[in-house]
């Protein structure tokens, strides 16, 4: 069981008065021989003594409790000096382990070093599922929400004006990117015949040419309308015979073939249409000549001076920016989920495969640190800690003291008492029994005194 120092000074105190009340009672009122008197003396002075210690004591614990209260303010900010500046030595440690080659250097913090990276990531099994976690329940969710909420379009606009584009750059990309297009023979071959497949599936009808003989009939006046409306070139000195006559019989015949060309219309497939243009070579041409306009975009002659074909382009994104965020939110959601599905399997597997190369490297930090880049990195870190040294110190006191703030007086002496109570207690026995011992010696001397 364990003794309680308050029960124990307040029974010597206890003890103290009653014996010193006592013997004085005895002494007055009762015969004794010279021994047991000079005992009984003795005795006094030294419950006399217990009494004056352990009551001085009771008022001096007090009085401990009572001026930190009272002087709050200048009790912590010297405890915070004393704890940050003289006892931890915050700045003294801070420049200690600045120079961060020579610590890794000793051996012993090697050895913790490698300990340390070891329990982190102990197999590439264990990081991969760390790196997941972290993923699916801290990244994920937050990036899914952004993108599907966040509003481009304001972005886009500001990233898509020519003052703050480089469409010379942008322009020269893209035209590599078109030339290095263009000459994959193999890759455009396999295009070829995957348009060929797809066209012969489309008909004139699919992509928007009239297959009503009513539509084609209206069409073909109107071009030949448009056709007899013409000015003659300037090589050209009249229109042909057909053109001057008019709506002949030649141009009711040509009517009269509407009927016949919306049935073609409706069987022809793109394939046999434009099989002339759907080759290997066609398409490499016409990616060189697309290529051409834009890196050379004065040659195009329907553009001004003050255009900028690339430009024009870039900007047209705006249109798919406006459409994405007038989607449905439940396709936009389930459109983002799967182009995340698509990039983070692959975007995990190598963050984990270049964290645990760097990982493979710490495990022999004497080799890394033989490094140029390691050495001028730990400088760099080093110099900036150090530099840093007195901000932390500060830091440091202004945390500590921030936190007996919060505890007001009160709660700060009442830390004290929670952390020397027991310690001050027990002064007050010390005090108690060193008083009767003390007293009892001053006793003995004034008996030898008296004789």
Same mark, same amino acid.
């Given at each position: 069981?364990?003794?309680?120092?308050?029960?124990?000074?307040?029974?010597?105190?206890?003890?103290?008065?009653?014996?010193?009340?006592?013997? #004085?009672?005895?002494? !007055?009122?009762?015969?004794?021989?010279?021994?047991?008197?000079?005992?009984?003396?003795?005795?006094?002075?030294?419950?006399?003594?217990?009494?004056?210690?352990?009551?001085?004591?009771?008022?001096?614990?007090?009085?401990?409790?009572?001026?930190?209260?009272?002087?709050?303010?200048?009790?912590?900010?010297?405890?915070?000096?004393?704890?940050?500046?003289?006892?931890?030595?915050?700045?003294?440690?801070?420049?200690?382990?600045?120079?961060?080659?020579?610590?890794?250097?000793?051996?012993?913090?090697?050895?913790?070093?490698? #300990?340390?990276?070891?329990?982190?990531?102990?197999?590439?099994?264990?990081?991969?599922?760390?790196?997941?976690?972290?993923?699916?329940?801290?990244?994920?969710?937050?990036?899914?929400? /952004?993108?599907?909420?966040?509003?481009?379009?304001?972005?886009?606009?500001?990233?898509?004006?020519?003052?703050?584009?480089?469409?010379?750059? *942008?322009?020269?990309?893209?035209?590599?990117?078109?030339?290095?297009?263009?000459?994959?023979?193999?890759?455009?071959?396999?295009?070829?015949?995957?348009?060929?497949?797809?066209?012969?599936?489309?008909?004139?009808?699919?992509?928007?040419?009239?297959?009503?003989?009513?539509?084609?009939?209206?069409?073909?006046?109107?071009?030949?309308?448009?056709?007899?409306?013409?000015?003659?070139?300037?090589?050209?000195?009249?229109?042909?015979?057909?053109?001057?006559?008019?709506?002949?019989?030649?141009?009711?015949?040509?009517?009269?073939? #509407?009927?016949?060309?919306?049935?073609?219309?409706?069987?022809?497939?793109?394939?046999?249409?434009?099989?002339?243009?759907?080759?290997?070579?066609?398409?490499?041409?016409?990616?060189?000549?697309?290529?051409?306009?834009?890196?050379?975009?004065?040659?195009?002659?329907?553009?001004?001076?003050?255009?900028?074909?690339?430009?024009?382009?870039?900007?047209? /994104?705006?249109? *798919?920016?406006?459409? /994405?965020?007038?989607?449905?939110?439940?396709?936009?959601?389930?459109?983002?989920?799967?182009?995340?599905?698509?990039?983070?399997?692959?975007?995990?597997?190598?963050?984990?495969?270049?964290?645990?190369?760097?990982?493979?490297?710490?495990?022999?930090?004497?080799?890394?640190?033989?490094?140029?880049?390691?050495?001028?990195?730990?400088?760099?870190?080093?110099?900036?800690?150090?530099?840093?040294?007195?901000?932390?110190?500060?830091?440091?006191?202004?945390?500590?003291?921030?936190?007996?703030?919060?505890?007001?007086?009160?709660?700060?002496?009442?830390?004290?008492?929670?952390?020397?109570?027991?310690?001050?207690?027990?002064?007050?026995?010390?005090?108690?029994? /060193? !008083?009767?011992?003390?007293?009892?010696?001053?006793?003995?001397?004034?008996? *030898?005194?008296?004789?």
């Amino acid at each position: 069981m364990k003794l309680n120092p308050v029960y124990i000074a307040s029974t010597i105190i206890g003890i103290s008065i009653v014996g010193f009340l006592a013997i #004085s009672w005895m002494l !007055g009122h009762t015969e004794f021989t010279p021994e047991t008197e000079q005992l009984l003396i003795v005795l006094r002075h030294g419950c006399e003594g217990a009494l004056v210690g352990g009551i001085c004591d009771f008022i001096a614990v007090k009085s401990v409790y009572t001026a930190a209260r009272e002087h709050f303010p200048s009790l912590r900010d010297n405890t915070t000096r004393i704890v940050v500046q003289d006892m931890i030595q915050v700045r003294k440690q801070v420049e200690d382990i600045s120079d961060l080659e020579e610590l890794l250097h000793n051996s012993q913090h090697q050895a913790r070093f490698i #300990s340390a990276v070891e329990q982190f990531a102990p197999s590439k099994e264990n990081l991969d599922q760390l790196l997941r976690i972290l993923w699916n329940e801290q990244l994920r969710p937050h990036i899914a929400a /952004w993108m599907i909420n966040y509003k481009f379009e304001g972005t886009a606009q500001q990233f898509t004006t020519r003052h703050e584009i480089n469409t010379d750059l *942008f322009r020269q990309g893209a035209v590599e990117l078109l030339r290095d297009v263009a000459n994959q023979e193999q890759d455009n071959t396999q295009l070829v015949e995957k348009l060929r497949r797809l066209a012969s599936d489309v008909t004139l009808h699919d992509v928007g040419v009239p297959s009503e003989p009513a539509a084609v009939r209206h069409l073909l006046e109107k071009l030949y309308s448009h056709w007899t409306s013409l000015e003659p070139d300037a090589d050209v000195t009249e229109k042909p015979f057909f053109a001057r006559m008019g709506h002949t019989l030649i141009t009711q015949c040509i009517v009269g073939f #509407s009927p016949a060309i919306a049935e073609k219309v409706k069987t022809i497939n793109l394939e046999d249409t434009f099989s002339p243009l759907l080759t290997e070579e066609t398409l490499k041409d016409t990616l060189l000549a697309l290529a051409e306009k834009i890196e050379h975009p004065e040659t195009v002659e329907s553009l001004t001076d003050n255009h900028d074909l690339l430009a024009d382009i870039v900007s047209y /994104w705006l249109v *798919f920016v406006r459409a /994405w965020e007038d989607l449905a939110p439940e396709l936009r959601t389930d459109i983002v989920e799967e182009i995340i599905r698509i990039v983070e399997t692959p975007a995990l597997e190598l963050l984990t495969h270049q964290i645990w190369d760097l990982r493979m490297q710490l495990l022999t930090p004497e080799k890394l640190l033989e490094q140029e880049g390691t050495k001028a990195l730990l400088t760099t870190l080093g110099d900036t800690l150090k530099d840093q040294a007195e901000t932390i110190e500060q830091t440091s006191v202004r945390l500590l003291q921030q936190q007996f703030d919060d505890m007001g007086q009160d709660g700060f002496v009442d830390m004290l008492q929670r952390n020397t109570k027991s310690r001050l207690d027990w002064i007050k026995v010390n005090g108690s029994g /060193w !008083g009767f011992v003390l007293g009892s010696i001053v006793g003995i001397v004034g008996l *030898f005194l008296a004789h």
